[in-house]
């Protein structure tokens, strides 16, 4: 009897180290949940999302408004005068139930992102307005997410102080590797697309030619962007109000257009066989050497 309750009592032992390092593991995973949906799903809700999908409804009738503009055949409607700071802190006591927007600190209304632009912004001010807030110099495809220039910074923020420990934990179940690669790809699938994005405009520009389109269609879509409607305060001799807020929209949803058009010739069609390993390789290593947010 007394060396088989010894050896009971190692087996005991030997069982509960076990359930200490299986426990100690588990708690040691990955602490963001699985991806809720497919990339599929995740690309699908991008690009229905996106401005360019959002706006290119509104584009026939405001180029026929724009043309009639410039013809003189009708007058340009002017944009609402921004509310007084009474009124600003009245909305932001009292904030509208019915509609899904936020308020800045102007009192200017800002989408979540999910809504359609007729829903959110009326006019051709107010869609110029959204393009403004969506096609941010840290967001120029203007995907559904970031919804804006300020989500888009915090998303960039919150990649760049990933923690970075070069791989998870090997288990006896399971793929952690796969599952950590699959959690970061999900979640930052927008910053990943726009550091390809950066990527290919340096190649276009150093490697091919100074004149390629896809560097040039980006800094247009900034200068379409940060100027404003009306006037040019340090450059008054530009007329600039003469070009009606109406083909504004319409040129820059077309440079938007045309850049993405050209993200996907330069990335897919001008790289070399060996070098798109070599670019999806670095988002893979990134996704995999990065340790998840917690959800």
């Not at 979540?112 to 912004?121: I, K, P, R, S, V």
């Not at 800094?219 to 009306?230: M, R």
Request: charged fraction near 25%; proline fraction near 8%; include cysteine.
């Amino acid at each position: 009897m007394p060396p088989r309750s010894k050896q009971a009592e190692r087996n005991a032992e030997r069982r509960a180290a076990k359930k200490g390092a299986k426990e100690a593991d588990e708690q040691d995973g990955e602490p963001a949940a699985e991806p809720s949906g497919g990339f599929a799903e995740r690309a699908q809700a991008l690009v229905l999302g996106s401005v360019i999908v959002e706006t290119a409804p509104l584009i026939p009738d405001l180029v026929q408004e724009g043309i009639a503009i410039i013809k003189g055949e009708k007058t340009p409607v002017q944009p609402s005068p921004a509310p007084n700071e009474s009124e600003q802190k009245q909305d932001s006591q009292e904030p509208d139930e019915k509609t899904n927007t936020d308020v800045q600190k102007d009192g200017e209304p800002i989408t979540n992102g999910l809504g359609t632009m007729q829903e959110d912004l009326k006019g051709a001010h107010g869609v110029f307005r959204k393009l403004c807030l969506r096609l941010h110099w840290s967001n120029p495809l203007g995907l559904a997410s970031p919804a804006s220039g300020e989500d888009s910074i915090k998303a960039w923020e919150a990649l760049k102080h990933l923690q970075i420990d070069f791989g998870p934990r090997p288990k006896k179940k399971g793929n952690p590797s796969l599952e950590r690669i699959t959690t970061n790809a999900y979640n930052n699938l927008p910053q990943y697309l726009h550091v390809l994005l950066a990527l290919m405009m340096l190649r276009a520009f150093i490697f091919r030619s100074y004149f390629a389109c896809l560097p040039w269609l980006v800094g247009y879509q900034c200068l379409s962007v940060f100027l404003p409607l009306d006037k040019i305060e340090n450059l008054p001799q530009i007329p600039i109000a003469k070009v009606p807020a109406e083909i504004r929209v319409v040129i820059t949803v077309c440079l938007n257009g045309l850049l993405q058009l050209f993200f996907a010739y330069e990335l897919v069609w001008q790289t070399w066989f060996f070098e798109k390993p070599l670019l999806l390789g670095l988002i893979v290593y990134h996704a995999y050497a990065a340790r998840p947010t917690e959800a």
